[in-house]
């Protein structure tokens, strides 16, 4: 079997196994990633707040627990903005999103 692509033939393959398996592979290495980060954001979460309960009232301590609940939820409003982007660049170009949204 003979399929040609854009940037050349390949032989030997069944048809749409390279870009098939090439979409399905990012999606889940992104799907999987966003997942990773917003669980691991989850858990800086319950830990600054956490910090914040055992400062004893010095100002420092809550100063710094703060900071880290400031930065844990401007780096995961950076992921899931990147996200969007990935997913609106990548449905450009292939048509597919990277993820499919259902609500219920």
Same mark, same amino acid.
Do not use: A, P
């Given at each position: 079997?003979? !399929?040609?692509?854009e940037l050349g /033939? &390949?032989?030997d393959a069944p048809e749409g196994f390279i870009k098939d398996? &090439?979409? /399905?592979?990012v999606g889940n290495v992104f799907n999987y990633a966003v997942t990773f980060? !917003?669980? &691991?954001g989850v858990g800086l979460i319950i830990y600054s707040g956490y910090k914040f309960m055992?400062?004893?009232g010095e100002a420092n301590k809550i100063k710094e627990a703060q900071n880290t609940l400031m930065y844990v939820v401007i780096g995961l409003v950076i992921v899931l903005v990147a996200?969007?982007?990935a997913?609106?660049? !990548?449905?450009k170009f292939t048509g597919?999103? &990277? !993820?499919?949204y259902v609500l219920p």
């Open positions: 079997m003979r !399929v040609e692509y /033939t &390949l032989t398996n &090439l979409e /399905t592979v980060l !917003v669980i &691991l055992t400062t004893q996200g969007v982007i997913d609106f660049i !990548v449905s597919k999103h &990277l !993820v499919d």
